[in-house]
């Protein structure tokens, strides 16, 4: 773990939501994101999908570019062998990037790479690294790459799209890593967060809660973003 500002800035900001775009209306994208930013929302997370390590293709890089934005960009990348991709996500604007622990043989390499990229939008902010892990693997995956990350983030679905539901055990290991990592690192999930759960995904110690169609819903973004910040609030 390196100390960055952005780290610093994330754990006194925490918890914080970081809201998924992939529902939102895109035909009114610049409206919709200007929505959560006065709901007192910091962070934009993109959801990668390549149709290969998950079933869904959503984008990549050059729409992570595209969308100019204040707030943070928090890439999540669920797509194969993350490696080569990371430069342009990063030259995309990428404040934070997560990749998959199952995505790749060379999740360390994976590491190594990115603790040397600058951060696009300000160099002194630093990039906020991250690994996602799904549902069904274990915890321990994390130990050996602990002094190289900032962010754990744990999957509450199985990727793939959004709007499933909460699957019950991510409690019980939201807890048990915040027992193997303590404050070391900033703790993240996603998937699966609504109205009724999002207090308690808080209260249990979450960071960074992903939350995506329970914001993004087609109707009130705005009214929703102000709910889910409000229920975090300490
Ligand atoms: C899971 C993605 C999530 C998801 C969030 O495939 O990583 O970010 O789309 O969406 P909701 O909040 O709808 O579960
Ligand atoms: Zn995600």
Redesign the pocket.
């Known amino acids: 773990m390196q100390s960055q500002p952005l780290f610093d800035q994330l754990r006194a900001a925490s918890p914080q939501i970081s809201v998924?775009m992939?529902t939102a209306d895109w035909m009114a994208l610049g409206a919709e994101l200007k929505l959560i930013e006065t709901a007192g929302v910091r962070l934009l997370?993109f959801?990668v999908m390549d149709g290969n390590f998950?079933p869904m293709m959503t984008f990549g890089a050059p729409v992570v570019a595209g969308i100019k934005t204040p707030l943070l960009k928090d890439v999540?990348l669920?797509i194969d062998e993350p490696l080569t991709k990371l430069e342009s996500h990063v030259a995309a604007g990428a404040d934070i990037v997560t990749v998959q622990a199952e995505s790749t043989r060379h999740i360390h390499r994976v590491f190594q790479a990115l603790g040397k990229m600058t951060n696009f939008n300000d160099p002194k902010r630093g990039i906020l690294r991250g690994l996602a892990l799904n549902p069904g693997t274990r915890l321990e995956s994390v130990e050996p790459l602990l002094d190289q990350l900032e962010l754990v983030l744990l999957?509450a679905?199985n990727?793939?799209?959004?709007?499933?539901k909460f699957i019950p055990s991510t409690s019980a290991r939201l807890a048990r890593l915040k027992q193997m990592v303590g404050d070391k690192v900033l703790i993240g999930v996603?998937?699966?967060?609504t109205r009724d759960n999002i207090a308690e995904v808080a209260q249990m110690g979450a960071d960074i809660i992903?939350?995506?169609?329970?914001v993004f819903d087609g109707k009130s973004p705005l009214e929703n973003a102000r709910f889910m910040v409000d229920a975090i609030r300490k």
């Open positions: 998924g992939l997370h959801d998950c999540h669920m999957l679905v990727p793939g799209w959004g709007g499933q996603d998937g699966g967060i992903v939350t995506g169609s329970a």
